[in-house]
């Protein structure tokens, strides 16, 4: 699934009668069993749009394409979706989205990486790394997270981030990471 929710319908035809409460959330792997008019069927009675799904072996180079997709959600510690997402599952739901390994938590991810911590300049794409939060960078100014004093995914500037971390957590910027 490529957008941030897709919802299911009973069948192949946009009808309010026809939709279901459920919906798939972004990265999730369905098999198309069947087409018909603007969806596809994966499971008995399971359809969705079919501009909601991309082929498994397209990729999404633009990390900052996908996290903008969940621009306001709910911060939630643990969260994998659009109900609620924690930083680390930001950064890993990109990796998943393009059938990629990548560690769930920070702490995990850090060691996995290759990076430093001593730049002053950052630029689109690098993942800033905190002990036990990530961010990252959608241009050299800003950076968006899930962050969790807000409750929700947002955009806020970089060197503001990095003081506000420090004063709130005392926490020091642990390593930059450039995808």
């Keep these: 699934v490529s957008v941030l929710k897709s919802r299911i319908f009973k069948y192949p035809k946009n009808l309010k009668k026809f939709k279901s409460k459920n919906f798939l959330s972004f990265s999730s792997k369905i098999q198309v069993l069947k087409k018909k ?32 997709l969940f621009l306001n959600c709910k911060y939630k510690w643990g969260g994998k979706t659009y109900r609620g997402i924690d930083c680390s599952a930001l950064i890993q739901i990109f990796y998943k989205f393009n059938n990629k390994f990548f560690p769930r938590d920070t702490v995990d991810q850090i060691k996995y990486i290759k990076g430093n911590s001593t730049r002053k300049k950052f630029k689109s794409g690098e993942i800033i790394y905190w ?48 995808i």
């Excluded at 409750?151 to 450039?178: G, R, Y």
């Design 131 to 178: 002990k036990g939060h990530v961010a990252i960078c959608i241009n050299s100014k800003e950076l968006i997270h899930a962050y969790g004093p807000k409750k929700k995914v947002l955009i806020m500037p970089i060197k503001k981030t990095i003081i506000l971390i420090k004063d709130t957590a005392n926490l020091e910027v642990k390593k930059i990471f450039s």
């Design 37 to 68: 008019n603007n969806f596809v069927m994966f499971d008995k009675n399971k359809w969705l749009f079919t501009k909601d799904i991309k082929l498994i072996n397209q990729k999404e180079k633009n990390i900052i394409k996908i996290l903008k």
